[in-house]
């Protein structure tokens, strides 16, 4: 599924990110993805998986 789709963000490469990167907030997403740059609105979702994921480990 794409959250972003400005910039063909899925979140299967958000939870990624989050797994295997350590990723853990959306400006350290933003770091490593390019996404939310432009219209914004994948912002809320990307934090939500952000947050799912670390609730989940
Ligand atoms: Fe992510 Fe537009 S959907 S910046």
Do not use: P
Not at 17 to 41: D, S, Y
């Amino acid at each position: 599924m794409f959250v972003c789709m400005c910039y063909g963000v899925t979140d299967k490469m958000i939870k990624e990110a989050v797994t295997e990167q350590g990723i853990g907030n959306i400006r350290e997403l933003q770091q490593h993805l390019t996404l939310g740059e432009q219209c914004g609105k994948c912002i809320n979702m990307a934090r939500n998986i952000i947050d799912d994921v670390i609730v989940d480990e």
